[in-house]
């Protein structure tokens, strides 16, 4: 680190460990062993094989209107009103008006924290989750407070520990919807008890549900976007084109905006202004989310299928196996957790597949899960690829 008179020169928020974990470090002696690698992380759609229309997704980037600067805080109304039919789609009115456009879901938690919370506040998020919360609330001064999802047949919210970890500084309750890593669905009641939770303890309830179109079994009722129905409490329902559309490269997110109208209009007026701030959309790429948005089903189609196969893969691997791979129970997303019994020991399961085995996974502590045993696969990556690999992982 380097000192000034006895201070570092550098904020105390920045100053992650940068070294190389021993499992980054496996990883990297994998691939550059030269032996074959067998790579169940692959989570990048644009890497996994889908067949991508070039004619059709580039041409709408030629718009002419996109050579006039004519900046909107909210995003193009035209890009809006894409989004605004996206959520008819879902059966959900959102007005345009309440739809703010960023470049990414992390940009647009980013935006809430600062809308929500001042240095030290905090935020509920559920455990397990995503592992970028972590620097997205340290960048913001933000400090995430963890409620446990446990495993009984599925996944649940424990409800009491929830509200348990609710302190005065508790600003806000996220929640992943569907969950990454689990693939679990916040169930009706579930978020009846959330939203009761927020209106009683003046919390403001983010919902990320950029997995959303993935479900990976058929539910009855479907399970719905929280953009539904009646909102008694401030809600910010937040997705984007990266998995929407399968197109992270062209960062575009939003955030919409519900709950009683006045909370609603004076988040909404703030947060036009961190918009305005920053000012971080394009033009081309505005002009092109609604093509785009309208001809998702293309990519969907492959991105669900290559997921519900790989899926069946596991459970098929899982029977045939007895005892040495358990899957555990997942409603949507690209992701599947999973047991391994026999890979027990001193060192992390994960980072002994990569060394041992060739066999990348996450391990299940990228993601806050304490249970030896435990690793994450994408469920996105090529079919054939996907069974070695997890014969592999078993053998
Ligand atoms: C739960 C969740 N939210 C958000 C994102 C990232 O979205 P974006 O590319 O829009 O920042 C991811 C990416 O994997 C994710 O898993």
Redesign the pocket.
């Known amino acids: 680190m380097l000192y000034h008179e006895g201070v570092s020169r550098f904020s105390k928020r920045s100053s992650w460990d940068p070294s190389e974990s021993s499992y980054a470090a496996a990883v990297r002696e994998a691939r550059a062993s030269g032996r074959r690698v067998y790579d169940l992380t692959v989570s990048n759609p644009t890497r996994c094989g889908f067949q991508y229309d070039a004619e059709t997704l580039l041409e709408p980037l030629r718009n002419p209107r996109a050579l006039v600067y004519d900046p909107d805080p909210r995003g193009m109304r035209t890009a809006r009103e894409a989004v605004a039919r996206y959520y008819a789609g879902h059966g959900a009115r959102v007005a345009v008006d309440d739809l703010v456009l960023t470049t990414?879901?992390?940009e647009s938690y980013s935006f809430l924290f600062r809308l929500l919370c001042d240095p030290g506040d905090e935020v509920l998020v559920a455990q397990p989750s995503?592992p970028l919360f972590d620097f997205l609330a340290d960048l913001d001064d933000v400090r995430l407070r963890p409620y446990p999802l446990f495993y009984d047949h599925g996944w649940w919210i424990d409800q009491s520990e929830l509200e348990r970890a609710i302190t005065p500084r508790t600003r806000a309750i996220l929640v992943?919807h569907p969950n990454?890593p689990t693939g679990h669905w916040t169930g009706v009641g579930e978020r009846e008890a959330l939203e009761a939770i927020c209106v009683r303890h003046g919390l403001a309830l983010i919902v990320?549900e950029?997995f959303l179109d993935y479900p990976l079994r058929d539910l009855t009722p479907p399970a719905q976007s929280f953009a539904c129905g009646e909102h008694p409490a401030l809600t910010f329902v937040l997705s984007?084109l990266?998995k929407i559309v399968g197109l992270?490269q062209m960062k575009a997110?939003w955030i919409a905006a519900f709950g009683p109208e006045r909370e609603r209009g004076e988040a909404l007026a703030r947060l036009e202004i961190v918009a305005d701030t920053f000012l971080s959309m394009n033009a081309p790429v505005q002009l092109a989310m609604a093509s785009w948005l309208a001809g998702r089903a293309a990519i969907q189609g492959q991105i669900q299928a290559r997921a519900r196969g790989n899926l069946a893969t596991l459970r098929r691997v899982s029977g045939e196996s007895p005892g040495r791979l358990q899957v555990l129970e997942v409603d949507a997303g690209w992701s599947a957790v999973l047991g391994l019994p026999g890979c027990v020991g001193e060192v992390d399961c994960a980072e002994r597949l990569a060394r041992e085995r060739g066999v990348l996974v996450h391990p299940g502590w990228f993601y806050g899960m304490g249970e030896a045993g435990r690793v994450v696969v994408s469920l996105i990556g090529p079919g054939g690829e996907f069974e070695a690999s997890i014969q592999r992982a078993i053998d």
Do not use: C, M
Request: proline share 8%.
């Open positions: 990414s879901t992390s995503y992943v990454n990320d950029v984007g990266s992270p997110a």
